[in-house]
């Protein structure tokens, strides 16, 4: 016969408080990789109070108190001047009852540990933990903790820099937008205002919400539908000017629209298939644009069957080669490897005469990536 099911208590009590540990950090983390400011603090202060267990903790940066958690709050005017000595010092201090005057009776809080939070070398803030008195063990508790938050705060300083980074070359995709589609754009439009004054009106509303699109400043990513949308908007405004030289085919699985993309990555290679593979070619050609879903993963594919290129220029151009014009072939190349990581690279197939493929390749969901 078998025996009844009892509820037991999982691992040892050990066991448990290294569980209660390690949920405690990670209820603490999300906050701390915003950086350190009093809203980060606040929503991280008493996740690390818990980790601790003293009978208060604050958390201040180089200036003064950002947040406190705990018993004592009449200390609190004291944090500021306990940075100050500690960020001077930049290394661990601890402080007793002399520097802690205290008048109030039953007071617990005679002593504090203060341990300095560092990123890129740098003093930013202090963990402050009080208590009764200073132990080892304390100062080594407070040591190690304030060394994890400060490898959180690292990780927002990357993220940052990060996004620095992304912000930047999506500025330097921008200026490198060609002023001669623009100036071709309002030429072709110009022309139809006295021969077709309603196509001249709905190219203009194209023009606009494409250059609308494109200098946006909001955003690292966007979906991959808006991103062909104002792919549309291009092959529309230089179909106005190429006429049935152009011949434009698009096929797109409906299920990979929401997928999110750096901003600004298929535009580019669009235009460099107009530019490089159609433009010189004689009688003009045709651009074809496939998005297809394949397992976890969206399969973008631009082809021409324009005059192709010398496959050691591409390989320059992935390479960042300033000197070559390319539209954007290394910048949305080294995007796409940020984000995705390098397997995720552009690949480009071509050669001289035999018209040209860029292959985008991103995963379906990857994190931190939101439209």
Not at 2 to 28: C, K, M, Q, V, Y
Not at 192 to 215: I, K, N
Request: with cysteine; glycine share 8%; proline share 4%.
């Amino acid at each position: 016969m078998p025996r009844p099911w009892r509820r037991r208590h999982l691992g040892t009590e050990a066991d448990r408080a290294t569980f209660r540990t390690l949920h405690n950090a990670s209820l603490a983390a999300p906050a701390l990789r915003a950086g350190l400011t009093a809203d980060s603090a606040e929503r991280s202060i008493r996740h690390l109070h818990d980790l601790l267990g003293s009978p208060a903790l604050a958390l201040t940066d180089t200036a003064g108190l950002l947040a406190w958690h705990g018993s004592g709050q009449h200390h609190r005017e004291q944090s500021a001047g306990l940075a100050a000595v500690t960020v001077e010092a930049g290394r661990t201090r601890v402080f007793d009852r002399s520097d802690l005057r205290c008048t109030v009776a039953g007071c617990e809080i005679r002593a504090a540990v203060v341990s300095p939070l560092v990123t890129e070398q740098r003093v930013v803030g202090t963990l402050q933990v009080f208590a009764a008195q200073p132990t080892a063990g304390l100062a080594r508790a407070a040591d190690e903790v304030a060394l994890w938050v400060s490898a959180q705060l690292e990780l927002a300083e990357l993220d940052a820099s990060r996004t620095r980074l992304m912000e930047a070359e999506v500025r330097a995709m921008r200026a490198q937008i060609s002023p001669h589609f623009i100036y071709n754009s309002l030429g072709a439009i110009a022309s139809f205002v006295r021969t077709d004054p309603d196509r001249a009106r709905d190219l203009l509303t194209e023009f606009a919400d494409f250059t609308r699109y494109s200098f946006r400043t909001h955003g690292e990513y966007t979906t991959l539908a808006e991103e062909l949308r104002s792919v549309e908007r291009y092959l529309l405004l230089e179909q106005a000017r190429f006429g049935d030289r152009l011949r434009v085919t698009l096929r797109i699985a409906p299920e990979v629209l929401p997928v999110a993309v750096p901003f600004l990555c298929i535009q580019p290679l669009v235009e460099n298939a107009v530019r490089h593979g159609l433009e010189s070619a004689e009688g003009g050609g045709s651009i074809s644009i496939v998005a297809r879903d394949h397992d976890q993963e969206c399969v973008i594919e631009v082809e021409d069957d324009g005059v192709g290129e010398d496959p050691d220029v591409v390989r320059r151009a992935l390479a960042g080669d300033a000197s070559l014009d390319s539209v954007g072939l290394g910048n949305v190349d080294g995007r796409l490897r940020t984000t995705f990581g390098d397997g995720y690279g552009l690949v480009v197939e071509t050669a001289p005469g035999a018209g040209t493929r860029v292959t985008v390749r991103v995963p379906k969901f990857a994190p931190g990536v939101h439209a």
